[in-house]
């Protein structure tokens, strides 16, 4: 089932998934792939060996690779407040060439938003979570799969022939963004839900009908 996050995701100050899509995809549009950083740029939480694997080779090479830690300084209703020197909008995340997508304590739900840039993705496997559009992902084609983590030559052999071969680069920038923009809009995701639907409801031997008293999920999970 599709993750939460492709409806809203408010804790992480990111909001309706929607309005994300379309000011990632706009970002990107504004921003030529030639005039990008060309290093490989990551954000967020170490909470796992692999991120902090990321993060030994930004210090070693901090031309090829800019990863750092942010942090939150509060939270209210859940919400993140402010958030370290290291944090950086999912917009301004478009001005790299590279981004990384580094799996978390499960999963990391933020791939959606970073092939939106249009810069080329190198996926860090990990342990191999998936959602359920991630078939749809083709190596060298719409994402470049890395799964050789811990091996510092290999990582720079991917940087320099990315550098060397940027109309690939680009391309495959080009085509994730295409992906997401097509199969993940809010129209394609409620069609995939009507699928869902319809083939549980063909299970149940009784109709459902809605208490009247109920609410938006939403609306309970954040308290309002």
Not at 15 to 30: C, Y
């Given at each position: 089932?599709?993750?939460?996050?492709?409806?809203?995701?408010?804790?992480?100050?990111?909001?309706?998934?929607?309005?994300?899509?379309?000011?990632?995809?706009?970002?990107?549009?504004?921003?030529?792939?030639?005039?990008?950083?060309?290093?490989?740029?990551?954000?967020?939480?170490?909470?796992?060996?692999?991120?902090?694997?990321?993060?030994?080779?930004?210090?070693?090479?901090?031309?090829?690779?800019?990863?750092?830690?942010?942090?939150?300084?509060?939270?209210?209703?859940?919400?993140?407040?402010?958030?370290?020197?290291?944090?950086?909008?999912?917009?301004?995340?478009?001005?790299?060439?590279?981004?990384?997508?580094?799996?978390?304590?499960?999963?990391?739900?933020?791939?959606?938003?970073?092939?939106?840039?249009?810069?080329?993705?190198?996926?860090?496997?990990?342990?191999?979570?998936?959602?359920?559009?991630?078939?749809?992902?083709?190596?060298?084609?719409?994402?470049?799969?890395?799964?050789?983590?811990?091996?510092?030559?290999?990582?720079?052999?991917?940087?320099?022939?990315?550098?060397?071969?940027?109309?690939?680069?680009?391309?495959?920038?080009n085509q994730g963004r295409q992906l997401v923009s097509h199969y993940l809009s809010e129209n394609a995701i409620s069609c995939f839900w009507w699928k869902i639907l319809d083939e549980y409801g063909k299970l149940i031997g009784y109709k459902p009908t809605l208490h009247p008293?109920?609410?938006?999920?939403?609306?309970?999970?954040?308290?309002?």
């Amino acid at each position: 089932m599709p993750c939460f996050t492709l409806w809203s995701w408010p804790e992480a100050r990111t909001g309706r998934w929607k309005g994300k899509l379309n000011s990632i995809l706009n970002a990107g549009l504004r921003l030529k792939f030639e005039e990008r950083t060309p290093k490989a740029f990551w954000r967020g939480i170490f909470n796992n060996g692999g991120r902090s694997w990321f993060h030994s080779l930004s210090v070693k090479y901090p031309n090829l690779v800019d990863v750092q830690q942010n942090t939150w300084s509060g939270r209210a209703n859940a919400i993140a407040l402010t958030g370290s020197e290291a944090y950086t909008t999912l917009e301004d995340h478009c001005k790299f060439k590279y981004l990384l997508h580094i799996e978390g304590g499960s999963y990391s739900s933020r791939l959606k938003y970073l092939l939106l840039c249009g810069s080329t993705v190198i996926y860090d496997r990990g342990n191999h979570w998936d959602e359920y559009w991630y078939h749809l992902l083709e190596h060298n084609q719409n994402v470049i799969l890395f799964e050789k983590r811990g091996n510092e030559d290999e990582f720079k052999k991917l940087h320099e022939f990315l550098s060397k071969n940027e109309d690939k680069a680009k391309e495959i920038g080009n085509q994730g963004r295409q992906l997401v923009s097509h199969y993940l809009s809010e129209n394609a995701i409620s069609c995939f839900w009507w699928k869902i639907l319809d083939e549980y409801g063909k299970l149940i031997g009784y109709k459902p009908t809605l208490h009247p008293d109920a609410i938006p999920m939403e609306d309970y999970l954040l308290g309002r």
